[in-house]
């Protein structure tokens, strides 16, 4: 024992002399202090000689206890005894809780030697693990357990690997068999299972311990490695032999003692001792124990409730915690669960609260050496460790610690030893996306770092406690053969996870580029996978019967060998593979039993698309709605409805007529709603759209080319012209397309100069003639001699044009109601008006006056005067000519040939035309001598070039027109004629066309393109053709697409039927005499293929109401509400909303039931009369409305007193009254529907032109058995008297209550029926019963023959409450026996008082009894309600009565005084109502309460205060007046939060001054330190004043705010509360002033740059950065630069950001930085070929190998997503030349 005395002290200097010098990784390295101990300086070694020696003169200590700390992991060694408590418990492995929060691992082969020797053996006979006892059976989360550390390991990154064991041989090991004595505590591990009992391991060699059965409080049998602690109850043969006793209640109590031996060395952890206190200090005690041992108890053991009890020389008992056998430290616990009764399992072992991170957390103390306790918001406690204080690299400074106030933590683990939260307040901590696995989402994009690549996969490391694997199968879209070669430690990697497994920490993610970027939705749950969902997944495995396709999570799905492929698949491995990423539909799902069925081979481009478009809004060629919201010069800044989506509506794409599109630009102001507007595409400047006709039918019709693979040779396309060069124009398409029309090819005649031949945006159709696949070019010609085009699109166009000009007179005459516009508005060419000749100008223009034209100026030119008396004052008839309503002028001609009567036209005719008036787009022209004038278009086609030089188009020439239309009602009645040269043109053209293709030849067609509705075919003659989608199979199978079964580049057998046009799709019969066949029509049916009758279209009148129909859906018009259907080439239907779905909720989204091109089965309902020439089509099965059908129906007006009137299929309405709206009703029956509401209903009956409807579920859903709680009533019949009955209030008035019991009968509730209460006035009931409001009554009587029923609402009748609450305080009715009996009663006693009466009385008496006839006869004619009549001098005697009590008692009679006093009693109350004196007196007397209201008083009284203190209990509720906002002030004063809310609370109210007052008082309170708090309050008054006070009073609340803040954040803020509130001048002159003021500031530069340029002030913002420039220091000069280039970027003009980037790079070619963010914004704003000479240029800078490497790798992955497989190979061709290159450099 002599090697325990002086030793312990000087080797305990040494270990904290270790703790203080050493990191981390090399703490546990125990001989490099002894090596350096040995170079110690000689006055070192001295002074430790001293010390030495000065221990040693203080006498002879066991060990010694200097400094109370908590558990370090530093301090930790192997072999150091510890208490833990199991935690939690997987299959290999335990997790240990130790004290101070540590955590440690219990590896299966540290549990005991038997144990492990059984899985030794089972491992080597290869058997089956199954059959040992798992770990979870030996331990059990919550048990303590005595352990040892048997490794510490360093692992990567500093981090500590803590193994522990609980083998007794190493707890146990320092005792021997002789130092074993009764009442020893030990623990052990069950070695083996006896007949009687169990042989215990308890790890001490030559000793036996057997516990008996009946010893062991468990009734299972224990089983080998179980873990045990057990009390020693018998010693034999010298501790050979041990009997053990499980007694939980004596292990727990048991005390060890001097008596028992115990030392330091045979000290374990866990023992219960009795302790006696030495020293108190502020981090915890010191005791001593076993009469001459030292200890300590730090803080986190000691038991709080007693903390302030602990003195020293109290004796306590204490739980041993862990003992360092090399410095003899031991300490030991103080709280309650360690100690007796408990000591052997905690309840409390986890908690739920891990990775919450906490607010307002407040530190209540702070130990320097050991870390913090923070109280939470909930009062718990929480323990930081002094490491988890700061940032890893970060200096230790407690003082700014102790300083806060307040602090945010975030809870890291549990400590179970200590029963505390574990928090930590680094912020990297608490701001850490993924703390837990639990945080980490299946499907989210992660990064991850690369740890190690083993043979499973890549392992990788999320953050700190987070590690996850990329299997092998998923490093790539493809499987990698060497994946070291692209994988390395420390590399950063794009991950999407697949699966997470919290429990078990496991994580799986993938790199496979098409699961990352994926927009599909996530199949993640076997819920998820709703039938027809597409989605990513891979294939796991292939058999011969098909492929397993693995999803996220744990999701699977047999893929059958039929749905693999549209084709035979005999042998799947050979077209998949293990790891292929694929598309997949889910066809069948079963959750229960997890079996998915998906299909490859069912996929369709419209499912992607669908699925796509249900997660982005923006699609090219959708139809929107939108508001002017500001007019610049090329075009309008719109809204898109009802999202209010900002878009750009240029000026040259609101119509196609050049002159019209500035005419419609400047009739439109702000607030305008635009309506058929088409989204066209998205650039920097967003989301640009289009109103151009032409356009929007070709995005209509699909005939776009989506891309430049698409386009073909001879292919025609609708553009528009983007830009003019002297060697051609650009052409500018939809889906990003653009081609050049060379100069040869822009007209017919030569041109010298091309700017004045087109205008820009103006609309063209061009025809593809040369493509340069490898350059992505292509050329176009504008010819209009080699282009396919039709007459009716010249007409189309025509009559579009004047509508646009209609609706620009419309527009500016709605603008006011001025009598100019009014006259200007009734006025059109071709009128004739009469006039007066004002004045003749000097070139020979008269001015003329009319009446109806007084404020308009009318003109008509020296042409249109020839031949006419033009003097001053003549009277003349004029013809208008032109409306010009933006310059108020009327143009009119005079000619005798204009003016006079008009003939008639006549269909076909020929006739000259000449030319009257000419603009651009149109002309007016007149008919021969018919007195007729037309408008014609100037260009009769798109691209025609109108030759100025030539008089063809000019006043007076003359043209040859035929009459298509003598009154066209389009044109407003004005003949529509075609130029004849035109005609004959066209049908040319369509002569050659159909000698090529002959109607009904046959031909041999070539599938070029899939779409729903139809297929695209190559002709051998080289033209495009069609066939329809009911041209493709005889029967098609209902829900097929039957497009789908054609596969491109198949060749068909077709025969030619007719054709369409190409806008429009007008279709063009056999049987047109001419048609235009811009794209022939095609079929493929072999019944048409063989029929040699021509007869092969279908007509409108062949179908018939009823006739069910094979159709295919097209698209949802959101507009009409309507779906668009085809049912052949020549007929379209269209299907009302209601029509369509089977459940209300489907009206929601009906597009997504829409799916183009899918077979379905509709019922004929008739033609469609807003829509000529189309069927009227039901998918429902019902086409037509009748009594007992169930359809859908919309609620278009709701009517309170009424019900609902809703609007049913086919143009039919009804109306569904309050008692068919349920089975069960309810109080407030309408409250759940709405206007607009898509609701199931069915017919009941037709009524006066509308149909009766009933929502009651019984009869909308008759197959299923409906609960009835009211059940309808039919007729009168129905009825039985006692009956029971529910309905709703229809009146309440002098004769009663009505109450309806069915839609066509009510029922009458008689007053003295209603309530037991005395009812004077029916207003009263009014009141309280309104109007639907749903009562329960009993029938009294049923009149069959008049239809009436008499209802009661008495509580008696129907046990329901009564109708009028108790709180009025009314009289109670009298029943009708006690009535009577009261009556007689009454009469008895003023007989008998009138006789003792004297004369005066007598006749007083007479004229009361006169009264009370009165009233008697009143009540006799009363109708139903009953009158309460008291004689005026009840009250006295009543009063006489009471006063003379005594001496009526004395009386002997037979009358019963008490009973009459009690009937007298609400003749008393009644009669305060009639006199105002005993009103008086009754007030002045105090109401003698009840029993029962007394306690219904209290009981109120008592929930009212309850609830008032929950509130306030509760932080979270809202204060709701000023009381519980100062209350809530008095706690917290500085907190600018509540002052704020309190101004709100009073600006919700109006009260303006109150809010200034509590702005005032929030100034003067809060604490001149809270300097942020203060600006709140200073940034609201501030904005208080913009909103409601005036500029001058906004300025002062801004100098005084200066005066106490600092300045610039209060400018800024000022700044940009103007911005926002668009006081764009005071914003502008503010910032002025700052650059003034804060020269040096750089802030002010970049806030007022990003104004600028938001602003559209690129110049202004230039000027600025120039004279920060000069302002501002060069450190500050790059970053700067950089900022305004990226607003430029942003906001402004990007050629000149990017010349500011290439400034900067100029001088600073070496920031990679710099380089990064110009790549990132050229990507965003520039083109390709600008991006590709970036990355050219910076992979040829001097930097460094690495840096080149990033950006090659950047450069690769833009080509992989933007470019070629030819360009990603020269970008490698190019990496692989830079490597090369360095590598000569460094050989040389």
């Known amino acids: 024992m002599e090697e325990d005395f002086p030793r312990g002290g000087t080797h305990k200097s040494s270990v904290d002399k270790s703790v203080k010098s050493h990191e981390v990784d090399n703490l546990f390295q125990t001989q490099e202090p002894e090596v350096k101990k040995k170079r110690k300086t000689v006055k070192q070694d001295e002074g430790e000689n001293f010390k030495k020696l000065k221990v040693d003169t203080r006498g002879l200590k066991l060990n010694t206890a200097d400094c109370v700390e908590v558990l370090h992991l530093l301090n930790l060694k192997v072999g150091t005894l510890l208490l833990g408590c199991v935690r939690e418990v997987s299959d290999m492995e335990a997790v240990v809780g130790l004290p101070s929060g540590l955590v440690g691992y219990l590896p299966i082969r540290n549990i005991c030697d038997s144990y492990t020797k059984i899985l030794i053996e089972q491992l080597d006979s290869l058997d089956s693990l199954e059959e040992v006892v798992t770990l979870s059976e030996l331990l059990t989360p919550g048990t303590l357990v005595r352990c040892v550390v048997s490794s510490l390991n360093s692992v990567s990154e500093g981090q500590i690997s803590l193994k522990l064991s609980i083998n007794p041989k190493e707890v146990n090991k320092c005792l021997s068999p002789a130092a074993l004595k009764p009442g020893m505590t030990l623990s052990g591990c069950v070695e083996s299972v006896e007949d009687h009992g169990f042989l215990v391991d308890i790890g001490i060699s030559g000793t036996k311990a057997f516990l008996p059965k009946k010893s062991t409080s468990s009734k299972q049998d224990l089983k080998v490695g179980q873990y045990v602690l057990s009390l020693i109850e018998e010693v034999k043969n010298e501790g050979r032999v041990v009997r053990l006793s499980l007694n939980p209640q004596a292990v727990n109590k048991s005390v060890a003692g001097t008596q028992q031996g115990w030392t330091l060395d045979s000290l374990l952890p866990g023992l219960l001792i009795r302790v006696q206190i030495k020293r108190v200090t502020p981090h915890g005690l010191v005791v001593e124990y076993l009469s001459s041992f030292s200890g300590t108890v730090d803080f986190l053991h000691i038991d709080q409730e007693k903390a302030s009890s602990y003195k020293s020389g109290n004796e306590v008992l204490a739980r041993v915690l862990y003992i360092e056998p090399s410095s003899r430290a031991v300490a030991l616990s103080l709280r309650s669960h360690l100690l007796p009764p408990g000591g052997s399992v905690l309840d409390n072992f986890t908690s739920e609260q891990i990775g919450e991170v906490v607010q307002g957390c407040k530190m209540t103390a702070l130990h320097h050496h050991s870390g913090a306790l923070m109280e939470l918001p909930d009062g718990t406690t929480a323990f930081v460790h002094r490491n988890r204080m700061k940032e890893p690299k970060e200096e230790f400074n407690p003082n700014r610690l102790v300083a806060m106030p307040e602090h945010n933590l975030r809870i890291t683990d549990y400590s179970p030893m200590e029963q505390i939260q574990m928090a930590s307040l680094r912020k990297s901590n608490i701001e850490a996306k993924f703390f837990r696995y639990q945080d980490v989402k299946v499907g989210q994009i992660i990064e991850a770092t690369v740890i190690s690549l083993q043979k499973p996969g890549v392992f990788v490391r999320v953050t700190d406690h987070i590690r996850g694997m990329i299997p092998r199968n998923h490093l790539a879209d493809v499987v990698l053969t060497n994946p070291e070669k692209k994988f390395h430690e420390g590399m950063t990697v794009k991950c999407r996870v697949l699966s997470v497994d919290s429990a078990n920490k496991r994580l799986l993610l993938t790199r496979k580029k098409a699961l990352i970027e994926s927009t599909l939705p996530i199949i993640q749950s076997y819920s998820d996978a709703r039938v027809g969902r597409v989605a990513h997944g891979s294939i796991i495995c292939v058999k011969k019967y098909g492929c397993i396709v693995r999803f996220y999570g744990e999701v699977k799905g047999l893929v059958p060998v039929q749905e693999l492929s549209t084709e035979d698949v005999t042998d799947p491995e050979e077209l998949f593979f293990v790891g292929q990423v694929v598309k997949a539909k889910v066809i069948k799902c079963n959750e229960e039993s997890e079996k998915l069925v998906l299909s490859f081979k069912a996929v369709t481009e419209v499912d992607v698309i669908e699925t796509q478009s249900a997660q982005f809004d923006f699609e090219i060629g959708k139809t929107v709605d939108v508001r002017v919201r500001r007019k610049v010069l090329d075009g309008l800044e719109v809204s898109i409805l009802p999202e209010e989506i900002p878009a750009f509506l240029p000026t040259v794409h609101l119509s196609d007529h050049v002159t019209n599109c500035l005419l419609l630009w400047d009739a439109l102001n702000e607030g305008d709603n635009i309506s058929n507007v088409v989204c066209l595409n998205k650039n920097k400047r967003g989301i640009n759209l289009t109103k151009k006709p032409s356009l929007m039918a070709c995005l209509e019709d699909g005939n776009v080319p989506t891309g430049f693979s698409e386009l073909q040779l001879g292919m025609q396309m609708v553009g528009w012209v983007k830009n003019i060069m002297p060697y051609g124009i650009f052409i500018d398409f939809p889906r990003g397309l653009f081609g050049l029309a060379p100069k040869a090819a822009m007209c017919e005649q030569f041109i010298k100069d091309t700017s004045n031949i087109f205008a820009i945006g103006q609309t063209v159709v061009a025809k593809v003639t040369n493509l340069d696949e490898e350059k992505n070019r292509f050329l176009v010609s504008l010819k209009v001699s080699e282009l396919n085009l039709s007459e009716e699109d010249t007409h189309a166009r025509l009559i579009q044009g004047q509508k646009e000009r209609k609706a620009i007179i419309e527009m500016v005459t709605c603008r006011g109601e001025s009598d100019l516009l009014e006259q200007l508005s009734s006025v059109s060419v071709g009128d004739k008006i009469k006039m007066v000749v004002e004045d003749v100008k000097e070139d020979g223009t008269v001015t003329l006056t009319s009446d109806q034209l007084s404020e308009a100026i009318v003109l008509a030119s020296k042409h249109h005067t020839t031949g006419v008396n033009t003097t001053a004052g003549c009277k ?913």
């Not at 899939?1010 to 190559?1018: A, D």
């Not at 004769?1295 to 839609?1303: A, K, Q």
């Not at 790059?1678 to 990007?1694: C, H, M, P, S």
């Open 876 to 1788: 003349v008839t004029a013809v208008v000519l032109h409306v010009n309503p933006l310059k108020s002028q009327v143009l009119v001609s005079l000619l005798p040939t204009l003016t006079r009567k008009r003939k008639s036209l006549s269909k076909n005719s020929e006739l000259s035309a000449t030319i009257q008036y000419i603009d651009k787009d149109f002309a007016v022209v007149s008919l021969g001598d018919t007195g007729h004038l037309t408008v014609i278009p100037t260009k009769t086609q798109l691209n025609d070039v109108v030759d100025l030089e030539s008089k063809k188009f000019s006043i007076g020439s003359c043209l040859n027109v035929i009459v298509k239309n003598p009154s066209s009602e389009e044109l407003g009645g004005l003949p529509l004629v075609a130029c004849k040269g035109q005609d004959q043109q066209v049908k040319s053209k369509s002569k050659e066309s159909a000698q090529k293709h002959s109607l009904g030849a046959m031909v041999t067609a070539k599938v070029t393109k899939l779409k729903p509705l139809g297929v695209l075919v190559m002709l051998p003659s080289g033209t495009t053709g069609h066939i329809h989608v009911s041209e493709i199979e005889e029967s098609p199978v209902v829900g097929s697409h039957p497009t789908s079964s054609l596969k491109i580049g198949a060749e068909v057998q077709a025969k030619v039927i007719g054709g369409h046009t190409v806008r429009g799709n007008r279709f063009l019969p056999v049987t047109h005499p001419d048609f235009k066949l811009a794209l022939p029509e095609l079929t493929i049916l072999p019944r048409k293929l063989e029929d040699d009758s021509m007869q092969t279209v279908d007509k409108l009148k062949n179908y018939k109401p009823g006739d069910e129909v094979i159709c295919f859906l097209s698209k949802y018009d959101k507009q009409l509400k309507c779906l668009e259907v085809h049912v052949k080439s020549n007929i379209m239907g269209t299907v009302e909303l209601l029509a369509m779905i089977s459940k209300p909720g489907q009206a929601n989204n009906p597009q997504k039931l829409v799916k183009p091109g899918q077979a379905v089965l509709a019922k004929v309902v008739g033609n469609n009369p807003s829509r000529t020439g189309q069927l009227s089509l039901s998918l429902t099965g019902v086409y037509k409305v009748e009594q007992g059908s169930v359809t859908m129906g919309m609620v278009w007006k709701i009517e309170p007193h009424r019900g609902l009137f809703v609007k049913l299929p086919f143009g039919n309405s009804g109306l569904v009254s309050l008692m068919d709206l349920s089975d069960e009703y309810s109080d407030n029956p309408l409250e759940p529907y709405k206007e607009g509401q898509v609701i199931r209903c069915c017919i009941i009956g037709e009524e006066k032109g509308h149909f009766n409807v009933s929502l009651r579920p019984s009869r909308t859903n008759k197959g299923q058995q409906e609960k009835v709680t009211d059940p309808e009533i039919q007729s009168i019949s129905d009825i039985k008297e006692g009956q029971i009955v529910r309905g709703y209030v229809k009146t309440v008035g002098v004769s009663g209550i009505f109450v309806r019991l069915s839609r066509s009968l009510e029922g009458r509730v008689q007053l003295q029926h209603a309530s037991k209460y005395f009812i004077n006035k029916p207003e009263m009931i009014s009141k309280h019963v309104t109007q639907n409001a749903l009562v329960t009554a009993k029938v009294l009587r049923v009149d069959t023959e008049n239809i009436h029923v008499s209802l009661s609402l008495l509580t008696k009748d129907t046990g329901k409450p009564d109708i009028l609450p108790e709180s009025l305080k009314l009289h109670s009715r009298l029943p009708e026996d006690e009535k009577k009996k009261h009556n007689r009663t009454k009469r008895k006693r003023v007989s008998s008082e009138s006789q003792q009466q004297d004369e005066k009385k007598e006749g007083k008496q007479v004229k009361e009894e006169h009264v009370d006839k009165k009233k008697a006869k009143k009540e006799d004619s009363d109708s139903g309600v009953e009158v309460f009549f008291r004689e005026k001098d009840d009250d006295e005697p009543n009063k006489e009565c009471e006063k003379k009590e005594p001496e009526r008692l004395q009386i002997s009679c037979n009358f019963s005084w008490d009973t009459t006093l009690s009937s007298l009693t609400p003749a008393a109350v009644d009669q305060v109502y009639e006199s105002s004196e005993d009103e008086e007196e009754d007030q002045s007397k105090p109401v003698k309460k009840t029993r029962k209201e007394l306690q219904q008083e209290q009981q109120n009284a008592e929930q009212q205060l309850s609830k008032l203190e929950a509130e306030l209990m509760d932080p979270s509720v809202r204060p709701d007046n000023t009381t519980a906002f100062e209350r809530l002030l008095l706690s917290s004063p500085d907190s600018s939060f509540l002052w704020l809310q309190y101004m709100a609370f009073h600006l919700q109210a109006t009260q303006i001054e109150q809010a200034r007052a509590v702005a005032e008082r929030a100034l003067k309170t809060i604490s001149f330190r809270e300097e942020q708090e203060k600006l709140n309050v200073w940034v609201a008054m501030l904005n208080l004043e913009n909103m409601y006070g005036t500029e001058e009073s906004l300025q002062k609340v801004f100098e005084r705010a200066i005066q106490y803040c600092e300045p610039l954040p209060v400018y800024q803020q000022l700044a940009d509360i103007y911005a926002k509130s668009d006081k764009l001048k005071e914003a502008e002159s503010l910032y002025k002033s700052m650059v003034k003021r804060f020269r040096q500031e750089k802030a002010v530069y970049e806030s007022y740059g990003s104004f600028l340029l938001r602003q559209g002030q690129s110049n202004a913002a230039n000027a600025l950065l120039q004279r920060a420039l000069q302002s501002l220091s060069n450190k500050d000069h790059v970053d700067l630069i950089t900022k305004f280039a990226r607003l430029e970027f942003q906001y402004g003009n990007t050629e000149r950001a990017k010349s500011m980037f290439d400034k900067v790079l100029g001088t600073y070619s070496k920031r990679t930085d710099l380089w990064s963010v110009f790549i990132d914004l050229m990507v965003k704003h520039g083109s390709q070929k600008e991006v590709r000479e970036i990355f050219d240029r910076v992979i040829h800078l001097s930097v460094s190998v690495k840096k080149i490497k990033f950006f090659f790798k950047r450069y690769l992955d833009y080509e992989r997503k933007h470019g070629t497989p030819e360009s990603i190979q020269a970008v490698k061709q190019k990496a692989l030349e830079y490597v090369e290159c360095k590598g000569a450099e460094a050989s040389s």
